[in-house]
């Protein structure tokens, strides 16, 4: 917001109002409803002075100037009303109707100063203060236009008069100090009319940010909901993401209320299908030809693979379910069931393997494809509570698991369940599976080769592919080179590239008061396509907004969109929601203080103006005293723990800044105190009219003892009340008065503003009506002035202006000060949203990817246009599977064909993530599960300059940080089984070395970590023993230099690997001192 100083500045003021859209929604929402009232009211006005001319039979010859203005006012002003209805005409000619609107009430001010034989020194005071206050309060001007129209409207009243009157032959009784009691009723008004117009400029300009950022981060909330169902669907079916995502914000809530809430049981997110087809494939020699590879070259290879492999499983209507190493696995029939799933996952292999094929005879690397697809019925969903993989589980994935591992390279490997669905689609041949593969033999399988029909000439074809040309030569490259090459030429989708981005849009959007505006970044997962797109999404968002909020702009003035926003623009604005009318009228009000001190200005202009005019007495001195006094104490219980230079900086040591804050918080406290401030200043305005009447009355009966001051300004006949008028500017001081309290109750101020001018008018009209005759006698004779030079008809008429004027103008302010707390409102309740919406997709990120890899794809330095890949020297690896589960797990009516057996396993897999949540392992990192089997990783976590480097003091001590991790796993199953009245044994294989971590998948982004290190973990895992954890002889060396006691097991054969030297960790020992 720009400091209070800073209105005054033509450059600020200039570089505000060049913000169309500010200048917008500063015409439309107030500058059209103020004038629009305004005019209306001054063209009633101008009728009823008409309708009041006939009443009083006053004849049209005789004040010819007096009714031609008049009709002639009422005419400009019906016009100009007609007019304003023109949006781009009043738009465009704005300051043009407000000048001319201001001249002409000028000049009637003064026709109706020089209408008539006798001129006064209070001569249409109230009127040119009228003109004063809606110079500020309600015509379109500048502040800068404002001060200087009112500064010679008043200044010129003054000088006029001064110069007239003083030049007559006669000049008025106390001249001098009724035009110094006009200059202080201008200066007053001048005063207030700035601090309201200030107030309502500086409200609006918050409005109009609480407005724009309200809109925009209603676009951000869009946005962010695009993003996390896109991030969300990246990751899992959309028929099961949409209940996660449910279940997911409804526990963020419920974390905010009750934080220690916790269920018995976790959410299980698993249902049945039946009658779909899996797919496992398997790149056969890619382990050999990763350990030839850099890290970029590995992530390039599998993610151009697999990506190709995404796109055939596209075409061949089946669905990636997970990427395992270099094992690749999906299922034809989910989520909607598929008449022709078998042919669709046979067609799938059959496109593989000729994919494969091509790669090996275009690069000459020796790899091929072995696919085995299995038929029958899955359960498939999510379990855990971190690294969310869509997965699948039954006895059918497991036979077509074993059906890939006991097949043929480059051949699709398929049971007889699957052939029966084919219909002879096609050929096969008699696979034997049951001679490669143990299980497949256990079971006494019969299962075949798929013949493809393109076999014969696509394989002559391939064989005879020309070479591309960045290959020539390729024989002196390494094969991974070779393969690398050729494979960036499929150009495959990077991670993630499928997101939506909207990046910083709308960053430097002009505030109201010309500084740029610091939005908040809408950042994206997806990937910075170029320069040119970037400016070109800011440009879309920046029209999107400039759209929205002109619909908003037109919107807010229609009595529907007061409905909608729950306002009824009716008797009294409210809101319809009882606890919005609560939470509103609760609501901070922080100038509080100020409108107090404004109240005070105007009590202090009275008490000027009656010093100056008033004959003086003791009840004057006395009832001014005392109104002093009390709004003194409520302006110091206002301001006094805001005064800091008579206390210390410090609120904490300031006695009274609780009691002021108190009063700014607390409606039972500002209330009163606003009662009490308003009632003094309409009380004291007229409170010495009394007096007045019964020094007169005195007068009559010879008992009447004034002070020389009175005697000196009541002439004998005491006919010449001269300041009877200035009665009447007081009151309308008063009346003022009451608009100075903003944000106050509107039904306060209001009724208030009534009985103040019903009384007022009953005291003038009745009460003290003689007093305005002898008066009127005095000036005129028998002579009838015209309506604006009869003293109790100005009276009532100026009263009355005011009365209405500022009845609709307080409003107004109400109606546009629940309108700015709504937008609060909204932006609060948004704002709350978004961070959710944040937070879930922050959730969501990091049960994809690691906290530090998330960076990577959404932090503030992006270089998400490269895949992202990274090597470490030392990590350490851990498999821990549940052996047991695979024969606990059946399938059968009573557990509803394995849903319960998966509801525990998901019990067991969510226990082992919520160790993570401690802060001890924080360097852990969760990879994935297979099955049954948990797999983890310590010190991928390292930060940004030390990708290569562990801690030189201890190199190694994640690894006794995961043997901690694996012991705290076996802790929790034993829990489980205690619970659940089960014996699960938990087998833990452990190992370290270098690994390349890397995320690939366009369409299910994963991240993976591979190298020989993993390998041997597996392996250490299931060659392991049940209950024990199984470790490499070199992270044997290593935990024993951590205190850790290892016991050898011995040599032991591990596939691939030959015979390894193998140690058992001690379980029933501490770490040795």
């Known amino acids: 917001m720009p400091s209070r100083g800073k209105y005054f500045i033509n450059e600020n003021e200039t570089r505000r109002r060049a913000d169309s859209l500010f200048e917008t929604y500063f015409c439309i929402t107030q500058q059209f409803p103020l004038v629009f009232l305004f005019l209306l009211i001054i063209a009633v006005a101008c009728i009823s002075l008409i309708i009041v001319f ?146 309502m400029e500086r409200a609006l300009e ?85 350990s030839d590879c850099s890290p970029k070259e590995l992530v390039v290879m599998l993610n151009e693979l697999f990506g190709k492999f995404d796109q055939i499983a596209k075409e061949n209507e089946c669905m990636r379910i997970k990427i395992l190493g270099d094992c690749y696995y999906c299922v034809s029939g989910l989520p909607v069931s598929l008449p022709k799933h078998a042919r669709n996952c046979v067609k799938m292999g059959l496109d593989m393997c000729e994919a494969i094929e091509v790669v090996r005879a275009v690069t000459g690397v020796d790899i091929s494809m072995r696919v085995g697809v299995h038929s029958g019925n899955v359960l498939c969903g999510v379990i855990g509570l971190r690294k969310w993989q869509y997965d699948v589980w039954s006895h059918d994935v497991t036979l077509a698991n074993h059906m890939e591992s006991g097949g043929v390279p480059g051949r699709v490997h398929i049971t007889a369940t699957t052939l029966s669905y084919l219909q002879k689609a096609y050929e096969v041949e008699e696979g034997n599976g049951h001679q490669r593969n143990a299980y497949l033999n256990e079971l006494k399988l019969k299962t075949y080769l798929v013949i493809d029909p393109r076999t014969t000439q696509q394989s002559l074809k391939s064989r005879h592919l020309p070479m591309p040309r960045h290959l020539k030569g390729g024989l002196k490259m390494r094969a991974s080179v070779r393969m690398t090459r050729y494979l960036e030429s499929w150009g495959a989708a990077k991670p993630f590239a499928h997101l939506q981005q909207r990046e910083s849009v709308s960053s430097d959007i002009s505030t109201p008061s010309g500084k740029t505006r610091k939005e908040i970044p809408m950042r994206s997962l997806g990937l910075h396509r170029s320069l040119d797109r970037n400016k070109s999404q800011k440009r879309r968002f920046e029209e999107e907004l400039h759209e929205k909020m002109i619909t908003t702009i037109n919107g807010i003035n229609s009595h529907k969109e007061s409905i909608k926003c729950g306002i009824f623009a009716g008797v009294t604005p409210s809101f319809s929601e009882k606890g919005l009318e609560k939470a509103y009228r609760s609501v901070c009000l922080p100038y509080m203080r100020y409108y107090v001190g404004c109240a005070t200005l105007i009590f202090f202009s009275i008490f000027v103006v009656h010093l100056l005019v008033m004959p003086l007495n003791v009840l004057l001195g006395i009832s001014f005293g005392i109104a002093a006094a009390v709004l003194l104490i409520i302006l110091f219980v206002s301001f006094a723990g805001y005064v800091k230079l008579w206390m210390n900086n410090s609120s904490s040591s300031n006695p009274f800044f609780g009691i002021s804050e108190a009063v700014t918080k607390k409606p039972i406290l500002r209330l009163p105190l606003t009662l009490i401030a308003i009632v003094v200043v309409l009380v004291i305005s007229v409170l010495n009219l009394h007096s007045l009447q019964n020094n007169i009355t005195a007068t009559g009966n010879e008992t009447y003892n004034l002070t020389d001051n009175l005697q000196n300004k009541t002439n004998s006949s005491g006919c ?296 041997v973990a597996s392996r250490m895992d299931s060659t392991g023993e049940l209950g024990k954890i199984q470790v490499t002889e070199e992270t044997c060396k290593v935990l024993r230099e951590l205190g850790y006691s290892c016991e050898s097991r011995g040599l032991i054969s591990v596939k691939g690997k030959g015979d390894l030297q193998t140690y058992f960790l001690c379980m029933d020992m501490n770490k040795s001192h």
């Open 54 to 199: 006939f009443v009083i039979e006053l004849r049209v010859p005789d004040h010819l100037r007096f009714f031609v203005t008049l009709c002639t006012a009422l005419g400009i002003f019906v016009v100009i009303f007609v007019l304003i209805f023109i949006e781009s005409l009043f738009q465009r000619c704005m300051k043009i109707f407000a000048l001319f609107i201001w001249l002409c009430l000028l000049t009637m001010g003064y026709i109706f100063i020089f209408t008539g034989e006798r001129i006064s020194a209070w001569d249409q005071v109230p009127f040119f203060l009228y003109i004063i206050f809606v110079l500020y309060t309600m015509l379109p001007l500048s502040m800068r236009d404002a001060i200087i129209a009112s500064l010679l409207s008043s200044i010129s009243h003054v000088l006029t008069l001064s110069i007239y009157l003083s030049t007559t032959s006669k000049p008025p009784t106390f001249l001098a100090q009724q035009l110094v009691s006009n200059a202080v009723i201008f200066l007053c008004g001048c005063l207030v009319g700035f601090f309201h117009k200030f107030s």
């Open 206 to 290: 918050q409005t109009y940010e609480d407005t724009l950022s309200c809109i925009q981060i209603g676009m951000q909330l869009d946005v962010k909901k695009k993003q996390q169902e896109s991030l969300l669907l990246s990751v899992l079916p959309v028929y099961i993401s949409m209940e996660m995502k449910l279940s997911i914000i409804e526990r963020l809530r419920e974390s905010n209320y009750y934080p220690h809430k916790r269920d018995n049981f976790h959410s299980l997110y698993v249902k049945r299908h039946q009658n779909v087809s899996i797919l496992y494939a398997d790149i056969v020699g890619f382990t050999r030809l990763a």
């Open 720 to 1015: 010449e009340n001269y300041y009877l008028p200035y009665y009447v500017c007081c009151c309308i001081l008063g009346l003022i008065a009451c608009s100075v309290f903003l944000r106050i109750s509107f039904e306060v101020k209001a009724l208030l503003l009534i009985i103040a001018c019903v009384v007022y008018n009953i005291i003038f009209l009745k009460d003290y009506a003689f007093l305005f005759e002898q008066y009127k006698t005095f000036l005129y004779g028998s002579a009838t002035p015209s309506p604006t030079k009869n003293p109790k008809i100005m009276a009532s008429f100026y009263l009355l202006l005011f009365g209405f004027t500022l009845l609709f103008l307080i409003k107004q302010n109400a109606y546009y000060c629940r309108l700015d707390f709504l937008w609060k409102n909204k932006f609060k309740r948004e704002r709350e949203e978004i961070e959710t919406m944040e937070n879930l997709n922050r959730l969501l990120l990091e049960n994809v990817l690691p906290g530090h890899v998330a960076k990577h794809f959404i932090g503030e330095t992006k270089k998400n246009e490269e895949l992202y890949h990274q090597s470490y020297d030392c990590v350490c690896i851990m498999f821990a599977s549940v052996p047991d589960f695979k024969e606990f797990y059946t399938e059968c009516d009573v557990n509803k064909e394995g849903l319960e057996c998966l509801r525990l396993l998901n019990e067991i897999i969510a226990d082992f993530d919520e160790l993570l949540s401690k802060p001890k392992f924080s360097s852990v990192e969760k990879i994935k599960t297979i099955g049954s089997t948990y797999m983890a990783a310590a010190g991928l976590s390292i930060g940004t300059g030390q990708e290569n480097k562990q801690d030189k003091e201890k190199p190694c001590a994640h690894i006794g940080i995961m043997v901690e991790f694996a012991t705290a796993l076996m802790s929790k199953l034993d829990g489980i089984n205690r619970h659940s009245f089960n014996n699960f044994k938990l087998r833990v294989g452990i190992n370290h070395g270098p690994v390349i971590a890397g995320v690939i998948g366009a369409q299910k982004p994963q991240y993976d970590i591979w190298g020989n290190a993993v390998n």
